[in-house]
């Protein structure tokens, strides 16, 4: 219930077997349509205003300015 922003992340990189993490973070949109990148450092439920269920996508947060420096495939 208590849980950090950085546990979901950690959680949704381990299933995808994510190690290049940087790249990435969970969006959600509030009830007024505006979009927010979740917080790792505060708690899930805090940040979210509407009722659960809750909707959130995984993204690309940052582009690297040379894709092939990338090392993992899922990544690029």
Same mark, same amino acid.
């Given at each position: 219930? @208590? =849980?950090?922003?950085?546990? *979901?992340? @950690? *959680?949704?990189?381990?299933? *995808?077997?994510?190690?290049?993490? @940087?790249?990435?973070? /969970? !969006? +959600?949109?509030? #009830?007024?349509? &505006?979009?927010?990148?979740? %917080? +790792? ?7 979210? !205003? =509407? &009722?659960? #269920?809750?909707?959130?996508?995984? !993204?690309?947060? +940052?582009? #690297?300015? @040379? #894709? =092939? =420096?990338?090392? %993992? %495939? /899922?990544?690029?």
């Amino acid at each position: 219930r @208590d =849980a950090k922003g950085q546990y *979901l992340f @950690d *959680l949704l990189c381990h299933h *995808l077997n994510l190690l290049e993490k @940087d790249y990435f973070g /969970i !969006r +959600f949109v509030d #009830p007024d349509k &505006q979009r927010h990148w979740l %917080e +790792f450092t505060k708690s899930v439920v805090k940040q979210m !205003r =509407a &009722q659960p #269920p809750f909707t959130m996508c995984f !993204r690309v947060k +940052f582009y #690297p300015t @040379d #894709p =092939a =420096a990338l090392k %993992e %495939e /899922i990544t690029r």
